[in-house]
């Protein structure tokens, strides 16, 4: 059974980081391209970072262009997202989700539960 | 970047009857390389991830039940549930897939029972 169990999200002030992680299981992790989508209080769904099943390839929103990066470690079957000089807007649900098919960039066909990021002082 | 639309933006339909949900492109999502379009359904019901309905815009995904059907072409889609069933009620979104990010999702359109 498919399983990401995504965690890290936090109370964190203005400017500040924070690092989320999703780990994944049930599935051959290092073969699939994994996202990062978010959804602000109330609001709609907002894809943020996806990345290739080798980690060689990422991609960004301009929303947090050079201020996130995703990353992989495929031995641990573990996506991060680290998040710096957070601001208000970034206050959202963070859901990691897994690519259907082995060709990156496919629709997410699982999803975590989602981690809440509160940027506030 | 592609502007993904949606409409309306909610919808009330009585049980059993049909719903019927319109997402536009501001660009092609139809490939001419593998004459596929590049186009994604989810449901999201309150407190929970998304849900995949449907890809490649017309294609199940498994266990989804078969009144949700998708369609169109290019710049115009459009997502079905031919009889609307209480469990149905959620937010309905579209998403743009592959070729050059950002994979963008549409605002959504919510579905309840009038």
């Known amino acids: 059974e498919v399983q990401l169990l995504d965690s890290g999200g936090a109370l964190v002030q203005p400017g500040g980081s924070l690092r989320l992680s999703c780990v994944a299981s049930?599935?051959?992790?290092?073969?699939?391209?994994m996202n990062w989508v978010r959804q602000a209080p109330g609001k709609g769904l907002e894809w943020v970072s996806g990345?290739?099943?080798?980690?060689?390839?990422?991609r960004y929103a301009d929303s947090v262009k050079g201020r996130f990066t995703i990353s992989r470690d495929n031995s641990k079957n573990t996506l991060y997202l680290q998040m710096n000089s957070l601001r208000a807007e970034d206050t959202a649900v963070y859901y990691c989700?897994?690519?259907?098919?082995?060709?990156?960039?496919?629709?997410?066909?699982?999803w975590g539960q989602g981690t809440l990021v509160t940027v506030s002082s | 970047d592609i502007v993904m639309t949606q409409s309306p933006d909610s919808l009330a339909v009585s049980l059993g009857e049909r719903a019927t949900i319109n997402c536009k492109s501001s660009q092609s999502l139809l490939y001419s390389s593998n004459n596929k379009n590049y186009l994604a359904w989810y449901q999201q019901k309150p407190g929970q991830p998304p849900k995949l309905l449907i890809y490649w815009a017309s294609t199940r995904e498994s266990g989804v039940p078969d009144r949700f059907s998708g369609s169109g072409s290019g710049t115009d889609f459009t997502l079905t549930i031919s009889s609307l069933q209480a469990e149905d009620v959620a937010v309905y979104y579209c998403?743009?897939?592959?070729?050059?990010?950002?994979?963008?999702f549409g605002p959504g359109t919510k579905v309840d029972i009038k």
């Open positions: 998403q743009r897939y592959y070729g050059f990010p950002p994979f963008t």
């Open positions: 990345i290739s099943g080798g980690g060689d390839n990422t």
């Open positions: 049930g599935f051959t992790f290092s073969s699939y391209g």
């Open positions: 989700a897994k690519d259907l098919f082995t060709m990156w960039g496919s629709p997410a066909d699982y």
